[in-house]
């Protein structure tokens, strides 16, 4: 009470001060999880660090998937260890970030392998108490050096690195599902905040004030889309209070740096539920002004090649096979590669530079800067590149296509094109069989489209021969053509001179030859 009154006096506003909310713990009887699906690494990541004297938990939004029986994607773990006492008890361990510091444990390698991210215990801190900067993250990166807590002067938290009791750590996450702590060794949850009443009615609906916390970080936004996206499938639904200022603070996300925006658009698309996020964002009113690309896929959903991008990454995640997002935003960008590409053709461009040229425009229109130009782009621009040579069946030239790193990315772009039409579907079945078979198979088939194009050759029209009396009398040497416009000079008719002429002495061509 006393705090309250204080901080009135001094114009603060309780509204920012989410309250820290009582401990409840929940036995395995109340919350039903199941021990089975909780990861071995991170079973082994809370272990270690129990064992060396700290609190751990599974955490965030691997214990709201546990609560509705799903698999979870990912673990975090939340200790009150610092970050390089995390890193001391880890062989493989690396602490990444600024604006929060977090220790990344990996498990495996190349593809196998598998990153624990372990976050340490956040203080709450108000932004009234922060340090302010003028700038942003990119503007201030000197001034920000030596600050754990800082703000800009629209409230986002630029810093936020002073560690704290886990009451603090659960009132300053997002929303109240992902604000509850699992403790595999007991198999306690601790909830602060009602997220399992949540839980189980199937609300999303964030801690403290919503629009105070969206303007902390106003990334809050899309991840609220992609929860909403994801567990509307289970029934989950907003808060009317968490979803109304959605729409009306989109705008603070123009101060986010493009790169984060971009890593976010990604989430959004490669989770396994593009589709429900482009429905979501419909509803919401958030079709426009999240993100330029991601705005033209929104706008581009229902095109049937694009359409069936998205369906084919929805499957390949629920599948728990690997997803590029290059090959999806291939996909989204074809049309404008298509038409820039065709209109070169028109004007008599070689259609391999004018294919090249078509590329460099749509990454200047629509990619800018933010991929920089690094394997995202090289891979775009190789599966755009290979699409034209998939034409060439004879010769050497399928057994070196197939050998490309990237064919199958291509070879999968091609199959979608096949599947709405674009191009012939035979086409795409000849090289499914080539891809897979062996050397003779492989020759039978190059065989095969040698004479099918033989076979059209001849049944295309060619014109007939023409009679001695019907063709045209050759025009004389000494000759000029006849002008078209009367009064014009003759032009003078140029004689061709065939390769191999033998000259006589005076130097006209020996006919003899």
């Not at 919503?210 to 889309?225: G, K, S």
Request: with cysteine.
């Amino acid at each position: 009470m006393i705090k309250k009154i204080i901080n009135r006096l001094l114009g603060k506003s309780s509204a920012s001060q989410p309250a820290f909310g009582k401990r409840r713990e929940f036995s395995a009887a109340e919350h039903g999880i199941d021990p089975a699906l909780v990861d071995k690494r991170a079973l082994d990541v809370v272990q270690t660090l129990q064992d060396a004297g700290y609190e751990a938990y599974i955490v965030g939004g691997a214990v709201r998937d546990l609560l509705l029986g799903l698999q979870p994607k990912d673990f975090d773990v939340a200790t009150d260890a610092t970050p390089e006492q995390v890193k001391s008890l880890f062989r493989r361990a690396f602490i990444i970030g600024r604006r929060f510091r977090i220790v990344h444990v990996v498990y495996g390698r190349g593809r196998e392998h598998e990153v624990i991210e372990v976050s340490t215990f956040r203080a709450y801190m108000d932004n009234a108490a922060a340090e302010q900067v003028a700038g942003n993250e990119r503007t201030s990166k000197s001034e920000l050096a030596g600050m754990k807590h800082a703000v800009d002067s629209s409230g986002r938290v630029l810093r936020d690195n002073v560690w704290g009791p886990q009451d603090e750590d659960a009132a300053r996450r997002d929303f109240t599902i992902n604000a509850m702590y699992y403790d595999p060794e007991t198999q306690v949850v601790v909830d602060y905040h009602g997220g399992i009443q949540d839980a189980k009615k199937r609300v999303l609906r964030m801690i403290g004030d919503p629009a105070t916390r969206y303007r902390e970080d106003p990334v809050r936004i899309i991840r609220a889309v992609r929860f909403a996206a994801k567990l509307s499938a289970v029934g989950f639904k907003f808060e009317p209070k968490t979803a109304k200022p959605l729409k009306e603070m989109r705008d603070l996300l123009a101060d986010v740096p493009q790169s984060r925006l971009f890593d976010e658009m990604l989430k959004l698309l490669q989770t396994g539920h593009a589709l429900a996020t482009v429905e979501q964002l419909k509803k919401l009113g958030l079709a426009r002004g999240i993100y330029p690309l991601l705005d033209l896929v929104v706008e581009r959903a229902d095109q049937p090649f694009v359409k069936a991008a998205l369906e084919d990454t929805d499957r390949r995640v629920g599948e728990g096979k690997p997803v590029a997002p290059s090959f999806l935003l291939a996909c989204v960008l074809w049309s404008d590669v298509r038409e820039g590409w065709a209109e070169r053709i028109k004007q008599r461009q070689h259609a391999n530079p004018a294919l090249q040229d078509a590329i460099d425009d749509v990454f200047n229109a629509r990619i800018g800067d933010v991929s920089g130009r690094g394997k995202l782009a090289a891979d775009m621009r190789e599966i755009w590149m290979m699409q034209p040579r998939f034409d060439k069946r004879v010769g050497s030239a399928p057994f070196g296509l197939v050998e490309q790193p990237r064919f199958r990315a291509g070879f999968d772009f091609m199959r979608l094109r096949a599947d709405i039409g674009e191009i012939d579907v035979v086409l795409a079945d000849w090289w499914q069989e080539f891809s897979v078979g062996d050397d003779n198979l492989r020759q039978d088939l190059i065989d095969q489209a040698r004479e099918e194009q033989a076979r059209q050759r001849a049944q295309s029209p060619r014109p007939q021969p023409r009679t001695v009396s019907e063709r045209p009398a050759a025009p004389r040497a000494a000759e000029p053509e006849a002008s078209a416009d009367e009064g014009a000079a003759p032009k003078k008719r140029r004689r061709r001179r065939r390769s191999g002429a033998k000259k006589s002495g005076d130097g006209a061509p020996d006919t003899a030859a």
